[in-house]
């Protein structure tokens, strides 16, 4: 048995996830939110077991351009280096371990140990320990690799690259699964691809890095929760005579007419996609869309002007609800979550597009927007009530469960995707059952990196 295992007990995870959709019940146990030994667990059997989502190539066009993050516990530098490839360092310098880069981002020929000066170059060769003629250093020593350790699994999907330090984790395609539709539907905007527009909005709140997992495929909230979005954009009406950033009106966003598909897809991924919410054409991408038609045809190109999200577990978010948002999710503490928001545009878009995409996100998303501050803010107040020890199981992934059904719907099948389950029909469903995928996905992540760390079969 790993050692580290002896210092936690083998938890049965199972007692957390009561999913019984044959007897319309679906609870998740609140210790899911609340429990510092639990979120130590994710940390080692999911974040550090599994695929995590760490950076787009758009964010490192460059040669020697770097971003820095995080692999559960572990600081890590994405960094396209001067030979054009990207690789994934442990940012650990090999003498004393201090990391070596320390800004979010930047370009980099050589990274310098602010320590003891030892310097990398930007593939993570080892240039210099500092010193090392008159050091008296044995054979031993210089026998040893004095490089940036890489990560042990590295690979990308269409930009988005991802990380796990499982060298026998499976292969990132078979992860994603039909997911990976949904991240298509975005890259296949333009035939070139997605770009990242300049400036992040990063943020951090005081909550379970699930709850914003969660919110994401959550549109049961909008209105209640968002209705100072409404508010402003109503009054921006009254008093120009018009919405010149064309906002997606959320008061109208549950019109009669709307419908919504759900998706539970294999290893907790999750998809939602909205036809007839709202104006297609208050949608940047609409501007090219008889281009994109042509080019991969009109249900997809439907699919591309639609509101959708695909939450990619356990740490990227693909949003687009009042405008489009990638999110990057990194856990701090059971208690705190670091949350890194950019916002992508397909490449050759037109500049009135752009222009719009840009006012629409600094409205909602950014920074300057409404939507965001509210979310946090109620993230710390479940945080909060959570806290109630003699409550175990919250009510709320019961909604659209009446509506589950085994494999895909009809709108699934029109793109090709085979979902596990689905949940469709009239967006007034605003669904919660989805989640019901994403913690089988949780539950069988924990059975199995505990199983495997402690040396016997799940």
């Not at 699919?303 to 701090?332: C, D, H, K, W, Y």
């Not at 175990?392 to 009446?402: F, I, M, P, S, V």
Request: aromatic content about 10%.
């Amino acid at each position: 048995m790993d050692a580290r295992v002896r210092e936690l007990p083998l938890r049965d995870f199972s007692r957390y996830i009561d999913a019984r959709p044959q007897d319309g019940v679906l609870r998740i146990h609140l210790d899911l939110f609340r429990d510092p030994e639990l979120f130590e667990l994710e940390m080692r059997y999911i974040y550090e077991r599994s695929w995590v989502f760490v950076g787009h190539a758009a964010q490192i066009p460059q040669p020697n351009d770097f971003i820095t993050g995080v692999v559960g516990r572990t600081p890590i530098i994405l960094q396209r280096g001067g030979d054009g490839q990207v690789r994934a360092f442990i940012n650990h310098c090999s003498h004393r371990g201090a990391t070596v880069a320390t800004t979010q981002a930047g370009n980099a020929r050589r990274h310098k140990c602010p320590y003891h000066g030892w310097m990398f170059d930007s593939t993570g060769k080892c240039l210099q320990v500092t010193d090392e003629a008159l050091g008296g250093y044995t054979d031993a020593f210089r026998r040893l690799s004095h490089d940036l350790p890489q990560v042990a699994r590295l690979e990308e999907y269409r930009g988005f690259f991802f990380a796990s330090l499982n060298p026998d984790v499976m292969p990132l395609r078979e992860y994603l699964g039909d997911a990976a539709v949904f991240m298509d539907s975005w890259i296949d905007q333009s035939p070139d691809g997605l770009e990242v527009v300049r400036g992040d909005a990063n943020f951090t709140y005081g909550g379970n890095w699930k709850m914003v997992f969660e919110n994401c495929l959550d549109i049961y909230h909008a209105k209640t929760l968002h209705a100072s979005f409404g508010t402003m954009v109503m009054n921006r009406v009254k008093r120009q005579g018009a919405d010149e950033n064309r906002s997606v009106d959320l008061n109208n966003f549950i019109s009669a007419e709307a419908e919504v598909s759900y998706y539970i897809f294999p290893k907790g991924h999750g998809g939602m996609w909205l036809r007839g919410a709202g104006k297609r054409e208050d949608r940047p991408s609409y501007a090219m869309w008889q281009e994109m038609a042509a080019r991969v045809g009109e249900d997809k190109a439907d699919m591309m002007v639609s509101g959708r999200v695909v939450a990619i577990f356990p740490n990227i978010l693909l949003v687009e609800s009042a405008t489009f948002q990638m999110r990057l999710i990194r856990p701090v503490a059971v208690d705190k979550t670091e949350v890194y928001a950019f916002c992508l545009a397909p490449k050759g878009e037109p500049a009135a597009a752009r222009a719009l995409r840009i006012r629409q996100y600094e409205d909602f998303f950014s920074a300057t927007g409404v939507a965001t501050p509210d979310d946090t803010t109620v993230y710390e107040r479940v945080q909060q009530g959570d806290q109630a020890r003699s409550i175990e199981w919250n009510q709320g992934y019961h909604r659209g469960l009446a509506l589950l059904r085994d494999g895909p719907d009809e709108a699934a099948r029109r793109i090709g995707i085979e979902p596990l389950h689905s949940i469709s029909g009239n967006i007034g469903i605003q669904g919660e059952a989805v989640y019901l995928g994403v913690y089988q996905g949780w539950l069988e992540q924990m059975q199995r990196g505990q199983a495997q760390l402690a040396g016997v079969q799940a």
